[in-house]
T-cell receptor, first 109, second 114 residues
Framework: SQQGEEDPQALSIQEGENATMNCSYK?????LQWYRQNSGRGLVHLIL?????REKHSGRLRVTLDTSKKSSSLLITASRAADTASYFC?????????FGAGTTVTVRA | DGGITQSPKYLFRKEGQNVTLSCEQN?????MYWYRQDPGQGLRLIYY???????QKGDIAEGYSVSREKKESFPLTVTSAQKNPTAFYLC?????????????FGQGTRLTVV
């Protein structure tokens, strides 16, 4: 399994601060994806980064990928209460994705 | 409204019963997936299907069964052989297969054994 592992498990920040979480994986990948899950809901896709990309942005989200270290990071800038959720990285092969256990982010007002 | 619909949202099962969770998509996606999520944990793959009338076991298929008779439907049956079925079940679909494609998720079914 190419399952990613997120770090930290949980993160609590003040509204307006930045939140950074990391994902490490074991084997070579072609792509890595990040998803968000609000409590009790399904996952929502955030960003897909390819192995030949080092950084990708989407709104207040910034994802980096370091294939030499087999790691990725997700940065949420200027956090809002609505960013409170669990965040998962996902890697995989030609047939399926594997998800990590996630980082739970709590944004305090 | 395009999307993926899971029903019911909550389901209660008695010991020894089989129950079927519904998953329907109108996104015209070929690939569909079933995951199980336990509290505080990530998703574990139960079954997946890349084309109608074909499906493959995931990492935790024991005690579960699926069918893929129509492109838009991928129901999951939790059988009495599944010893610890209480969990949150998520269905997803994607255009293609594997790590290169975005997966779209339903809102989940929470199954509780009573």
């Amino acid at each position: 399994s190419q399952q990613g592992e997120e770090d930290p498990q949980a993160l609590s920040i003040q509204e307006g601060e930045n939140a950074t979480m990391n994902c490490s994986y074991k084997t070579s990948i072609n792509n890595l994806q990040w998803y968000r899950q609000n409590s009790g809901r399904g996952l929502v896709h955030l960003i897909l980064i390819r192995s030949n990309e080092r950084e990708k942005h989407s709104g207040r989200l910034r994802v980096t990928l370091d294939t030499s270290k087999k790691s990725s990071s997700l940065l949420i800038t200027a956090s809002r209460a609505a960013d409170t959720a669990s965040y998962f990285c996902a890697t995989g092969d030609d047939y399926k994705l594997s998800f990590g256990a996630g980082t739970t982010v709590t944004v305090r007002a | 409204d395009g999307g993926i619909t899971q029903s019911p949202k909550y389901l209660f099962r008695k010991e020894g019963q089989n129950v079927t969770l519904s998953c329907e998509q109108n996104l015209n996606h070929d690939a569909m997936y079933w995951y199980r999520q336990d509290p505080g944990q990530g998703l574990r793959l139960i079954y997946y299907s890349h084309i109608v009338n074909d499906f493959q076991k995931g990492d935790i298929a024991e005690g579960y069964s699926v069918s893929r008779e129509k492109k838009e439907s991928f129901p999951l049956t939790v059988t009495s052989a599944q010893k610890n079925p209480t969990a949150f079940y998520l269905c997803a679909s994607s255009t293609g297969q594997g790590a290169a494609d975005t997966q779209y998720f339903g809102q989940g079914t929470r199954l509780t054994v009573v």
